[in-house]
């Protein structure tokens, strides 16, 4: 009974998804001709190589049309951050009071050689991984964000392979705070030269070099590490506030 | 040199096949095995063996990929079986029994119960 009313549900499910998709026309050119723009995807498709130089027109798109934005997605995750930080922080602290007063906490066993061992050389790579994506995020897919969650994701294997791992929560938050400035700053830089704000500069390279779009590179690599050690951040206080124990 | 290329090509179309052979295997092994960790050496093993010969075969196909390609079957054959040590080993501790026989012995158990006595000393102290 209970199988045949999954037949049944996953028929349902089936029949829907094709009503709602067998008309749309997959595969065909909606975006129009790309030399002569009439919609806005076509003016990027065709401004992101010839004017911009920039090989990844995502990237373009995200850094340089829309940079604005971007710079609201970044308030929005250093918000975060900061939110989850001025929460759990008191918390900390109490903990912190219990520990001093010796009262016996959770037993946590160590990891193996073999991980820590493994952890240890994956580290770098993954690191080097990470800058790497964002350094090329105006060539290749991928940018600041991706690159940023890749060393973050570094830093948690670290976190939970080593009890003691600790990062230096003042050079976290001055790189954090150096990157956001530093974007700010190239846009104010686009402003005073340029007339508007975050506007490229008129030198944009070589498309497919490593050092062309002139602007976009450079604020994707202050993405990149603000992201990276933002989301390091959150999960130093994530990791390091133990849940409150219920006497 | 075209001849060696066409060989390579078959090679690399042979070792695809193989390849997602072991992933439908390890597929298959996490179904139908009994508990978490013959499951996790079901998928640990054959997707180690089956996404590695797959990339090494796309390696063969396309030679201007090789490098990279090579690069990622290094990592895969670095960080699976440590992956699954530490997600095997994890569940032992945290209380997962494994699926034995009416006679079964189990080996392991010993030595975590002497590491917990150790640990459980070494907080209290």
Request: charged share 15%; no cysteine.
């Amino acid at each position: 009974m209970k199988r045949i009313f999954v037949v049944f549900l996953l028929l349902v499910l089936g029949l829907a998804v094709y009503r709602a998709f067998h008309k749309a026309p997959f595969g065909q050119n909606r975006i129009g001709d790309v030399e002569r723009p009439q919609s806005v995807s076509a003016f990027y498709l065709k401004h992101s190589p010839e004017t911009l130089h920039t090989a990844n027109s995502v990237t373009a798109i995200v850094v340089n049309f829309r940079g604005f934005d971007t710079l609201g997605e970044v308030t929005v995750l250093f918000l975060a951050a900061t939110g989850l930080a001025s929460i759990l922080y008191r918390r900390k602290e109490e903990e912190e009071a219990t520990e001093k007063a010796h009262l016996p906490g959770r037993i946590q066993l160590p990891s193996s050689t073999l991980v820590r061992t493994g952890a240890k050389i994956l580290f770098p790579l993954i690191l080097m991984l990470g800058i790497y994506v964002f350094v090329h995020g105006h060539l290749t897919p991928g940018g600041g964000f991706q690159g940023g969650s890749i060393i973050a994701t570094g830093f948690l294997l670290m976190f939970i392979t080593y009890k003691r791992f600790n990062v230096n929560h003042n050079v976290l938050i001055w790189l954090e705070s150096l990157s956001g400035l530093a974007f700010v700053l190239t846009g104010i830089y686009g402003l005073i030269s340029y007339g508007s704000f975050l506007q490229n500069t008129g030198w944009t390279g070589r498309l497919n070099d490593l050092i062309s779009g002139g602007l976009i590179p450079l604020i994707y690599i202050f993405i990149g590490i603000k992201v990276g050690t933002e989301l390091t951040n959150v999960l130093d206080t994530l990791l390091h506030t133990k849940p409150r124990r219920h006497e | 040199m075209e001849l060696l290329l066409n060989i390579l090509y078959y090679i690399g179309l042979f070792l695809i096949l193989l390849g997602s052979i072991f992933l439908f295997l390890g597929a298959l092994g996490i179904y139908r095995m009994p508990d978490l960790y013959n499951r996790l050496q079901a998928g640990t093993k054959a997707s180690t063996l089956g996404a590695m010969s797959s990339i090494l075969g796309v390696g063969l196909v396309h030679p201007q990929w090789f490098v990279k390609l090579f690069i990622i079957v290094l990592f895969i054959a670095f960080s699976n079986p440590l992956s699954s040590h530490a997600l095997a080993r994890a569940s032992y501790r945290s209380g997962v029994k494994p699926f034995l026989k009416e006679d079964g012995e189990d080996a392991y158990a010993e030595e975590v119960e002497a590491e917990k006595a150790r640990e459980t000393e070494k907080s209290t102290l």
